[in-house]
């Protein structure tokens, strides 16, 4: 009858270990697919801001290109301004090509100092960063013209593979 009894006793603990392993796996389970449910959102959610920062990286391309054809901007603050917005949509070589004209002439005056750092700046060091910028403005206006009136109407191609 002890026997008996034992046997039950640890049937019935046997038992309860069982449901209780299968409540915290049930638990656990509920668990992940909440953590899974959390993490799409949280990534469409980013894939969305992501995908409006480069509609209004796209957007800013095409006000700056409108602006240098309107003569609202300088040659030089638009290069800037066009160079960086490329590089944060990283864009291919190809399909920066037509616009390389920014690149060269934020590459010329890079160096100079902007913001703060420019109004800090001795008159005479004005003066010498302000005929860099003229020049450069100078040797590339008319390459810059063609650029920009293609950056007013600005798109991104995206590359194409076909197969057979």
Do not use: C
């Amino acid at each position: 009858m002890f026997e008996s009894t034992l046997q039950s006793v640890l049937f019935i603990v046997g038992v309860v270990i069982i449901l209780a392993l299968v409540a915290v796996a049930g638990f656990l389970h509920w668990q992940l697919h909440l953590r899974k449910k959390r993490d799409a959102l949280l990534l469409a959610e980013q894939e969305a801001k992501i995908s409006k920062n480069r509609e209004d990286a796209i957007n800013s391309l095409r006000i700056i290109g409108k602006s240098y054809m309107a003569e609202q901007v300088e040659l030089g603050e638009a290069s800037i301004r066009v160079s960086n917005l490329m590089d944060y949509l990283s864009l291919t070589e190809s399909q920066r090509a037509p616009y390389r004209v920014f690149d060269e002439v934020n590459a010329k005056i890079k160096h100079i100092p902007i913001l703060q750092a420019w109004k800090d700046l001795p008159a005479k060091e004005k003066r010498a960063h302000l005929k860099a910028i003229y020049r450069a403005e100078n040797e590339y206006k008319d390459f810059a013209r063609d650029a920009a009136k293609s950056l007013a109407s600005f798109e991104i191609v995206e590359a194409t593979f076909y197969s057979a």
